[in-house]
């Protein structure tokens, strides 16, 4: 700690200048060691209030593991061997903890518990004032930097991942950096895009105004966030269009999540307006291509959905003209 002011200055500025999750825990986790020593430190996190897809929710001896178990919120010092145990579960890539000898701190946002560090007592055996004063500081700022680029990733209408997250994500994918979330009994799984649109919309905006609008675009919005799985990623794209990137093991299953989802919507009665329906066309996300082509792909396969009456799912590779990969994305935005 000599190098360093004890107030952590220096560390609260490399936090707050990180501008996305993985470098902002890498961020963490160097820190941490900085303070504590090399080795000494674990940090665990979960979230609660904030996204689970866009935080590492746990950190242990720096691998990343996730978990959408909405039951391990409130957890107590005496619940962690248990909690340890099940997280490991979803994950095998990851350290098991001997949590019989650890100091455990919480981390807190808002008032919320959304995890806890846990600092093995065997390297570090105990921390001076000072120095839990610092992490404690250090996990604060970690978790309001944390709260900060999840935030600026939303769209304000709906909360639903914006179009700026949308690029970023899908380049992680292709390129494979994406961190995959493994569920039991599932074999290897492929990406998908889809572009899903509100069918005759302008009619809707037309008819029953402006804000009767936003609120279908809100509606839809909620059907596709709670019609996908965690580890799907569901986009505002813009005006009254979403993209959704999901795994699925092929074509066929993605057809059929895609057309589940698609008939959730018909069914749906909307106050006021009644019935709406929404068209989508999808492609793989496969192949050295640019963000721009896949969504001009699966922007011409919405195009046939449209041209073929609406109220349809249609696979880019189903079309008989492809798109040509220098033609840029041309995407109707509002
Ligand atoms: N209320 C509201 N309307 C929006 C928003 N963004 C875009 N729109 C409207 O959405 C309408 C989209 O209409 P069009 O692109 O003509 O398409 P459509 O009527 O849905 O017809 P098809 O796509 O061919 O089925 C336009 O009238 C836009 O003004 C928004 O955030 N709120």
Known sequence: MNEHTPCGYEWTIKL???????????CLL????????????????????????????????????TSDDKSLNNVTQLDIPELTTRLTKLRQDVTVLNLAQAQVLPIRYQG????????????KPSMTSTEYAVVSHILNVYVHQSATLHYARLDPLTQLLNRQTFDEKVVDIV?????????DGYGERRWYMAIVDIDLFKKVNDTYG???????????????????????????????EFA????CENEALAIETLDRVRHNIDQMKFPQVGNVTVSMGFVELEGDIQVADFVNRADKALYQSKQDGRNRVTAYSSLKEKVNSHQTGDIELF
């Open 175 to 183: 390129s494979g950096n994406e961190t995959w979330f493994m569920r």
């Open 16 to 26: 707050i200048s990180q501008n996305c999750e993985n470098a902002l825990d890498k």
């Open 30 to 65: 160097a820190t941490l060691n900085q303070v504590l020593g090399h080795g000494s430190a674990f940090a665990m996190y979960f979230s609660k209030s904030l996204s689970i897809r866009q935080h590492p929710c746990l950190i242990f001896n720096s691998g990343l593991l």
């Open 112 to 123: 919320l518990m959304l995890g806890f560090l846990v600092i093995d007592t065997k390297a």
């Open 244 to 247: 959704v990137v999901f795994p």
């Open 210 to 240: 402006h804000v009767m609008g936003d609120e279908v675009i809100l509606l839809v919005a909620q059907l596709l966030k709670s019609n996908f799985r965690v580890e799907d990623y569901v986009f505002r794209y813009g005006g009254e």
